[in-house]
């Protein structure tokens, strides 16, 4: 009768209240996860924000239907026929060791991010801006204080990407042939596959180096336009994302995939298609030091470095055979360049970009 009472007095409490009872470990572990994914969400490279990620797979999927499941390429860069879940989402690249060091590598710069980011973008930026103006004040005068219109701000958003593009090519040239950098640059080339997030692929101390690049960029962009329009300028916007960001976040993930899209060769001698980054991480020595440029292939040419590929070229990628197992890991990619330049002071040489030989 005891027991009888004690159930019926206890089972309200289970019903009315099992659903919101929560115990101490489950209130941490929700609380933990909700932090986590806070921070993913906040710090989600732009180019897998769903907006870019579902341009990239309208495109591709626009191919696999054009070529007939042909187009995409697999863990080795050669091209094949795919079925479409293959296609835009292949299991040989998704689940390779180089994807992998892809997430490690991104996770280690964001942490490192906040110590240098600050910084660094508060003094080059606009210390750059104010030397172009006074350069300008200085050389020709006071601003010309031209009237702003639209034709004016997509001019601006024109100069600022050419700008970017230009500094860019000078860095990444830089990079491929000064050994020095090169070692610390390698990182991104030791990826064995593409994925968007490669993209990121860098070791932590270039974050850095392509921030401060792409501060000047902007610095010497709106410094000549803040001179010309007398302050009063403001990039051109389409549906309120900057046009450069638009074509630079979608450009910059699209050719981190593995499918090839291929501009007509009259339109790759201007702009840069995803194509022509797949050559750019190929270790055959027809492709090494070529294509630098971020968007546009104007630099390229200038410099003789534009190499347009033939339809499905085969481009197998990373550093190659010789020295690519030295650059694998997560752990050999964070202290790589610094082995390298260990070698290189007691006096050896660091590999050169695509270092193998001997390759068919
Ligand atoms: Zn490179
Ligand atoms: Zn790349």
């Avoid at 930026?125 to 103006?133: C, F, H, L, M, N």
């Avoid at 860095?171 to 090169?182: F, G, K, V």
């Avoid at 752990?331 to 070698?343: A, E, S």
């Amino acid at each position: 009768m005891a027991v009888t009472t004690a159930t019926t007095k206890i089972d309200p409490i289970l019903t009315t209240g099992a659903e919101d009872l929560t115990g101490p470990l489950t209130e941490t572990v929700q609380i933990a996860s909700h932090l986590i994914w806070d921070a993913v969400a906040a710090n989600l490279p732009r180019d897998l924000h769903w907006q870019f990620v579902l341009v990239t797979l309208v495109i591709a999927l626009s191919i696999w239907l054009i070529r007939d499941g042909h187009g995409s390429r697999d863990a080795d860069g050669r091209e094949r026929k795919a079925h479409l879940l293959q296609f835009l989402l292949p299991k040989d690249i998704y689940t390779h060791v180089s994807a992998r060091v892809d997430i490690w590598l991104w996770v280690t710069e964001r942490i490192l991010r906040p110590l240098w980011v600050v910084g660094l973008l508060a003094t080059v930026g606009p210390s750059t801006e104010s030397a172009v103006i006074d350069f300008l004040q200085w050389t020709l005068g006071a601003t010309p204080a031209i009237a702003v219109n639209y034709w004016w701000m997509l001019l601006y958003s024109l100069v600022t990407l050419l700008s970017y593009d230009f500094v860019f090519f000078l860095i990444h040239y830089t990079m491929h042939r000064m050994p020095a950098l090169w070692a610390l640059h390698k990182v991104h080339h030791s990826a064995e596959v593409l994925t968007p997030l490669t993209r990121y692929r860098e070791h932590f101390l270039v974050g850095p180096i392509w921030a401060a690049g792409g501060a000047f960029s902007y610095g010497l962009a709106g410094g000549l336009f803040a001179w010309l329009f007398n302050g009063g300028i403001v990039a051109a916007t389409l549906f309120n994302i900057g046009f450069f960001a638009l074509v630079f976040g979608f450009n910059g993930s699209f050719r981190h995939y593995h499918v090839q899209f291929n501009y007509p060769r009259s339109l790759s001698l201007w702009l840069h298609s995803p194509a022509m980054h797949h050559v750019h991480h190929s270790y055959l020595q027809q492709h090494w030091n070529k294509n630098f440029a971020a968007v546009t292939s104007i630099w390229d040419r200038l410099f003789g470095t534009l190499y347009v590929p033939a339809k499905d070229e085969y481009t197998p990628w990373g550093i190659g055979p010789n020295t690519q197992s030295e650059y694998r890991t997560y752990w050999q990619n964070t202290v790589g360049p610094f082995r390298d330049w260990y070698k290189m002071l007691r006096g050896g040489k660091s590999p050169q970009a695509g270092a193998a030989k001997n390759v068919d």
